[in-house]
């Protein structure tokens, strides 16, 4: 993704309709859209799967070799986890006013890491991560808007768009930034998780 810095986009971004949440809410949903590209309005491309965000839910994704986006972010917590081994991405769909939502997503997500297959379970908080520098650089170009990434070997990333007032089906990728990732046993406690 680094190549795509300073590129622009049309709606870089595009989760589909994931139809009625109705039995949903209460376990870990596989809710992704994989072979997506990724084309900026230069001509650029490339392939990766699109970890659905959605609100009350949480959302997880394979990583097998294939950068995973998820976004855009407003406070939620992303981790990076091994189930049965196999390497995996999560994002713990909480909602900026509906704390039933967002409790019932940290809700699903506490009680699915504490099973026996689930291990090293890694997190972070793109929102509170990202550096004020980056957010600075993408004020000046438009709206700030935050993506987590995690790249085919699940290094994960916090990357930021800039959308301008004036183009706002636009977007600019201004920058990528190595996300610290933190253990659960420390993330488990923040109020955010509560």
Known sequence: ??????????????????GSLSGLQHKMQKQRTKNQTLTSNSGKTMSYTL???????????????????????????????????????AHIGTHDTNQAWSKQAKDVWKSYVTRPHISDVF?????????????????????????????????????????PAQRPTKAILVGIEHARLRPWSSIKNDPKMR
């Open 51 to 89: 970890l659905h965000y959605v609100p009350g839910l949480s959302t997880f994704c394979g990583i097998r070799g294939t950068t995973v986006i998820t976004g855009f972010m407003s406070g939620c917590y992303l981790f990076r986890y091994r189930r049965h081994g196999e390497l995996r991405a």
């Open 123 to 163: 997190g972070f908080d793109p929102a509170r991560d990202v550096s004020d520098q980056l957010l600075a650089d993408a004020a000046k170009l438009g709206t700030p808007r935050i993506i987590g990434l995690w790249e085919g070997n699940g290094n994960a990333r916090v990357g930021v768009f800039a959308t």
């Open 1 to 18: 993704m680094y190549d795509f810095i300073n590129e622009e986009f049309d709606n870089p971004i595009k989760s589909a309709a994931v």
